[in-house]
Each structure stands twice: as structure tokens, then as C-alpha cells.
């Protein structure tokens, strides 16, 4: 009886901590039986879920971020201080491409949970790593040897030897990369590299949130054609001048400058010129 019951107690102890969300103490059963097996499947089973649970909390992290109109920085932080709660590994980075230079970007670096730093060396690709990255078809293709690629120097220097790459694809642009680096050999299930591609997937809605919030302010705040600031930003300006002015009781000036006449080259020449 003893041999049931203290294994079944055990497991029943392992559910309630499960149902509390406590997915770190494992189930020790030491006997050589079916309660062994079982016991072995119910921690298995406790550490995917521990997994799934740390990616629905970055993903839940992310959704508050656009809807915050976060800077996209932050986006990337939260994933780093996170990801290797979902996909264990030694480090991680991000590196996001600048939007004119597809071939540049910045690394933001972890090797650490609670540690992160960002590289600001300059990282470059070729058309080729691009053309990949943009396209990829399996698993296998995700996966490079640290010494092949200059992008993942960063991780190299971390000590990884071998990195498991996940592109973050926009409108079939290439504005970021996740790397999961391993000092030894890759250990991602599938299931871990579901939970990651989700990630990767959700950091690309963020950024499209975070470039249609450019794009609205660009286009509320700016003139068009000249990309000076418009009336609308220019009243903005001018309160925050005149309060900042009576704050440190100071004068100011406004400077108007207009072009007599200027209608004439419109109505004579046509709009394009005048543009011009």
C-alpha cells in the first residue's frame, strides 16, 4: 500500500503545484515501476507547460506594448529578458536592420535572463543571408554555424558555437532577427521552435503597429513636400515656447518669411513647378 499511495501523493502534490502555476519542483518517484514512467511523463508534461506559459506571457507583454505606442526598443527587451524562458539556450540577440540600409543593424544582446546589453557595433549582411533569412523553408534552414555569418558575431563572442536564426518578416521586409545561441548542441524541440516562430510573428505586428504610428504622426505633424513642421505642429511648438518663456521669464520672437507673388507661378506654370 505504501508503495501506491506515497508516488500517488507525490503526483497529486505535483498537480495542485501545477495548478498554481509553480512549474519549477519536480516529481522525484525513485521506484523502478510504472509509477517511475508516470512520474517521468508528468514532469515532461509540467515543463512544456511551464514553456507555453512564459511564451503567452511575452505575447501578452508585446499586445500591451502597441497598444501603449511603445518605442519598438522596448518591444525588443522585453522579448530578450523573456525568450530563453521558452526556448532555453545560452544566449540570445536580436538584430534589427536599419529601414534604408536593409544590410546594417544594431545587435541588442542577452546572455542572461535578468542581464541585457546592447552592442552597437554595426552588423552586416549580404544580399545572399538576406534572400535567405526572407524566404526560409524548414527548420534546417534556420540554423547556421557561428563562424559562417558576420551578423552573428556578436553571439559567437558569447561563446555560442551554434545559433538557431528566426527572421522576423514585415510586408516581405527583413527589419529584425532572433538568434538563439548554444555553446554546445542545439536543443530546441519542435514545439520550442513553434512557440519562437509565434514570437517572431508578434514582434512583426508590433512593428508594423509601431511604423503606422510614425507614418500618422509623419503625416498629421509634417508638410509633404517640404517635411518642415505643419500649422498643426507649429501652434504645438509655439504654446511649449511661450510657456517655457514665462517659466524662465524670458521674451521670444517669430520670424515670417512669405514669397509675394508665389500664386502667379502656380497659376502660370502649373503646380509641379511651383513644387519645385
Same mark, same amino acid.
Given at each position: 500500500?505504501?508503495?501506491?499511495?506515497?508516488?500517488?501523493?507525490?503526483?497529486?502534490?505535483?498537480?495542485?503545484?501545477?495548478?498554481?502555476?509553480?512549474?519549477?519542483?519536480?516529481?522525484?518517484?525513485?521506484?523502478?515501476?510504472?509509477?517511475?514512467?508516470?512520474?517521468?511523463?508528468? *514532469?515532461?508534461?509540467?515543463?512544456?507547460?511551464?514553456?507555453?506559459?512564459?511564451?503567452?506571457?511575452?505575447?501578452?507583454?508585446?499586445?500591451?506594448?502597441?497598444?501603449?505606442?511603445?518605442?519598438?526598443?522596448?518591444?525588443?527587451?522585453?522579448?530578450?529578458?523573456?525568450?530563453?524562458?521558452?526556448?532555453?539556450?545560452?544566449?540570445?540577440?536580436?538584430?534589427?536592420?536599419?529601414?534604408?540600409?536593409?544590410?546594417?543593424?544594431?545587435?541588442?544582446?542577452?546572455?542572461?535572463?535578468?542581464?541585457?546589453?546592447?552592442?552597437?557595433?554595426?552588423?552586416?549582411?549580404?544580399? *545572399?543571408?538576406?534572400?535567405?533569412?526572407?524566404?526560409?523553408?524548414?527548420?534546417?534552414?534556420?540554423?547556421?554555424?557561428?563562424?559562417?555569418?558576420?551578423?552573428?558575431?556578436?553571439?559567437?563572442?558569447?561563446?555560442?558555437?551554434?545559433?538557431?536564426?528566426?527572421?522576423?518578416?514585415?510586408?516581405?521586409?527583413?527589419?529584425?532577427?532572433?538568434?538563439?545561441?548554444?555553446?554546445?548542441?542545439?536543443?530546441?524541440?519542435?514545439?520550442?521552435?513553434?512557440?519562437?516562430?509565434?514570437?517572431?510573428?508578434?514582434?512583426?505586428?508590433?512593428?508594423?503597429?509601431?511604423?503606422?504610428?510614425?507614418?500618422?504622426?509623419?503625416?498629421?505633424?509634417?508638410?509633404?513636400?517640404?517635411?518642415?513642421?505643419?500649422?498643426?505642429?507649429?501652434?504645438?511648438?509655439?504654446?511649449?515656447?511661450?510657456?517655457?518663456?514665462?517659466?524662465?521669464?524670458?521674451?521670444?520672437?517669430?520670424?515670417?518669411?512669405?514669397?509675394?507673388?508665389?500664386?502667379?507661378?502656380?497659376?502660370?506654370?502649373?503646380?509641379?513647378?511651383?513644387?519645385?
Amino acid at each position: 500500500i505504501q508503495r501506491i499511495l506515497v508516488p500517488l501523493k507525490k503526483l497529486i502534490s505535483g498537480t495542485r503545484r501545477i495548478a498554481n502555476r509553480n512549474f519549477n519542483e519536480k516529481v522525484e518517484v525513485k521506484s523502478d515501476d510504472e509509477f517511475f514512467d508516470l512520474a517521468q511523463s508528468f *514532469n515532461a508534461m509540467s515543463e512544456r507547460l511551464k514553456r507555453q506559459f512564459a511564451a503567452l506571457t511575452i505575447l501578452s507583454d508585446i499586445d500591451k506594448l502597441i497598444l501603449s505606442n511603445t518605442d519598438s526598443e522596448n518591444i525588443y527587451y522585453t522579448v530578450l529578458k523573456h525568450i530563453q524562458s521558452v526556448a532555453p539556450c545560452d544566449v540570445t540577440s536580436i538584430t534589427v536592420l536599419e529601414h534604408d540600409a536593409p544590410n546594417i543593424g544594431k545587435t541588442y544582446l542577452s546572455n542572461h535572463a535578468s542581464i541585457i546589453q546592447s552592442d552597437t557595433r554595426r552588423i552586416e549582411l549580404n544580399d *545572399n543571408d538576406i534572400k535567405k533569412l526572407q524566404s526560409p523553408t524548414n527548420y534546417n534552414d534556420m540554423l547556421h554555424q557561428a563562424t559562417d555569418k558576420h551578423f552573428l558575431a556578436p553571439v559567437k563572442q558569447c561563446g555560442a558555437t551554434n545559433v538557431c536564426v528566426f527572421p522576423v518578416i514585415v510586408d516581405e521586409h527583413l527589419p529584425a532577427i532572433i538568434s538563439l545561441g548554444f555553446i554546445s548542441e542545439i536543443s530546441l524541440n519542435k514545439e520550442d521552435i513553434k512557440q519562437v516562430r509565434n514570437i517572431a510573428d508578434r514582434i512583426a505586428v508590433a512593428l508594423s503597429a509601431v511604423e503606422r504610428d510614425k507614418k500618422l504622426y509623419q503625416q498629421s505633424h509634417y508638410d509633404n513636400l517640404t517635411n518642415l513642421p505643419n500649422r498643426q505642429l507649429i501652434g504645438i511648438r509655439l504654446e511649449q515656447e511661450i510657456k517655457h518663456c514665462q517659466r524662465e521669464d524670458n521674451s521670444m520672437a517669430i520670424l515670417f518669411l512669405d514669397l509675394d507673388h508665389f500664386k502667379r507661378v502656380n497659376d502660370t506654370l502649373g503646380h509641379s513647378i511651383g513644387d519645385t
